[in-house]
């Protein structure tokens, strides 16, 4: 028996997509495979580590927890579309180059998405609120205080 196809409209990063998907594809797999946006990393499918971390409707989302078709006609924001519209780093990706807030690099893009949204409901945090908007994300090579360094400086730089 071949599984059921759905045609599923995904707004990702400003760009509308039409996908073909079975009714139980992962958003995450959907963004990684169907549409070549492989920012988005899958660490641990079960929405722990955060690394699936996208933005959907301007709020962080596990992209390995939603289904694909439960995401049809939202707002998703990847890694890929954080960029600033003429092509330069947005204020966290500047901010993480320059107080060195990666080392793998597997678990950054859940970090941006995060931070991003983070910054955007609290533009000035303190250390504490710093480090406690990165605390539902999961890194094992940093320490997190590079990366908390990487959110007060976004703050400074207007993120």
């Not at 797999?29 to 699936?52: F, I, K, S, Y």
């Not at 409901?121 to 990366?147: F, K, S, W």
Request: glycine share 10%.
């Amino acid at each position: 028996m071949r599984e059921e196809l759905h045609d599923v409209r995904l707004r990702v990063n400003g760009t509308t997509h039409e996908v073909r998907v079975p009714a139980r594809r992962l958003l995450s797999d959907a963004l990684r495979h169907d549409l070549g946006l492989t920012g988005t990393h899958v660490g641990c499918e079960h929405g722990v580590c955060g690394a699936c971390t996208i933005l959907v409707d301007g709020a962080p989302a596990r992209a390995c927890l939603m289904l694909a078709v439960a995401a049809a006609d939202l707002e998703l924001t990847t890694v890929e579309g954080l960029t600033e519209e003429d092509g330069s780093l947005s204020p966290v990706q500047q901010a993480f180059v320059e107080c060195h807030g990666l080392q793998c690099g597997f678990c950054t893009a859940g970090f941006l998405t995060t931070i991003t949204a983070g910054l955007r409901d609290n533009p000035h945090p303190t250390h504490d609120e710093a480090r406690e908007m990165v605390a539902g994300n999961l890194c094992r090579c940093t320490g997190y205080q590079n990366i908390v360094k990487a959110v007060e400086r976004a703050a400074e730089l207007g993120a």
